[in-house]
């Protein structure tokens, strides 16, 4: 008895290590999660603004231009998926890679050949350890991402949709990464980049109530289009970066909070189990000793005799 006494003690001791640190991480992510909000928040109304100066560039014009005019037949499409370059967050990069390999599979449907462009070391990973094409990935920034990085990531994706097809370049750009919701919702959504759509960003508008203006252009409609084209893909690219931090921190709390009550559970259950052996052992002890006293006394009845 006393040697499982001591394995149900070494267990308590490491699950309340173990309780502390996942205690501590929940508390750093939840601290982060704040801050990720903020930065969220103030991405939002710039690009707002750029999605509709594009749409009122290109509703009051007629040039072709890859920004908004669709391919009659696409036939290659780019994939950037955001996942996260740390563990610890439950299914927040599994979640984004299923969304992705839903996309891909409806886009080879269509027909399209799809090129993978991953943010975070778990997409790399994935994709790493099946032996699948990767066109270019990105580490190291998943925690805190900056602009900076969202242009890093957007130029080889601009280079592609400004190549023709028949020289390696693309005809859509699509994005897949965990929209931030709430403190308790992160959904992986897929969202088409380019060609930009129309008819969407109109309706929106029109549900907003708002009209949009009118432009003089100035040298012409498909000089501001080339000019607004990288500030828009490095707007949402960047957009959809914070979006997904925000999301891996409040999932990584989540499931630190999840680990920490378990943890309390399991040293709960261990302890008691840890009372029960002891009790059994003092109980062991007792019954050892009355029996020694009773045969004692037996034997001490008989040499009297």
């Known amino acids: 008895m006393g ?15 173990t309780k502390k640190i996942t205690k501590a991480m ?5 601290s982060r999660i704040v801050k990720a909000q903020r930065r969220v928040a103030a991405s939002m109304p710039y690009a707002t603004e750029l999605t509709r100066a594009v749409t009122a560039v290109a509703t009051g014009s007629t040039t072709k231009h890859a920004l908004t005019t669709e391919v009659e037949a ?14 610890l967050a439950g299914g927040y990069s599994s979640n984004a890679i299923k969304a992705a390999e839903r996309l891909r599979e409806r886009l080879s449907d269509e027909g399209k050949e799809v090129d993978t462009y991953i943010v975070g070391r778990k997409g790399v990973a994935y994709y790493g350890f099946r032996e699948r094409k990767v066109a270019e990935s990105w580490t190291g920034f998943t925690d805190s991402p900056t602009y900076a990085d969202a242009k890093k990531v957007a130029a080889p994706l601009i280079e592609a949709i400004q190549t023709e097809t028949a020289e390696g370049g693309v005809d859509e750009l699509h994005i897949v990464f965990t929209e931030f919701v709430s403190m308790m919702t992160q959904n992986p959504v897929d969202n088409r980049m380019l060609p930009l759509s129309l008819d969407k960003a109109a309706e929106d ?15 012409s409609a498909e000089d501001v289009l080339d000019a607004l084209l990288p500030r828009y893909v490095e707007s949402r690219i960047y957009n959809a970066l914070l979006q997904a931090a925000a999301s891996e921190h409040a999932a990584r709390r989540r499931a630190m909070k999840s680990a920490t009550d378990n943890a309390g559970d399991l040293i709960k259950s261990l302890s008691r189990l840890a009372n029960a052996a002891r009790q059994a052992e003092i109980t062991q002890e007792i ?5 020694g006293a009773s045969a004692l ?7 009297d005799k």
């Open 3 to 17: 040697a499982q006494l001591r394995v149900y003690k070494r267990r308590i001791q490491a699950v309340t290590a």
């Open 26 to 30: 929940e508390m750093i992510a939840a």
């Open 287 to 291: 019954s050892e000793i009355v029996g």
């Open 205 to 219: 508008d029109g549900k907003k109530g708002e009209i949009l203006p009118l432009f003089d252009f100035e040298p």
């Open 74 to 87: 696409p036939t290659r499409a780019a994939v950037l998926l955001v996942t996260s370059d740390r563990g």
């Open 297 to 303: 006394a037996d034997a001490t009845a008989g040499s």
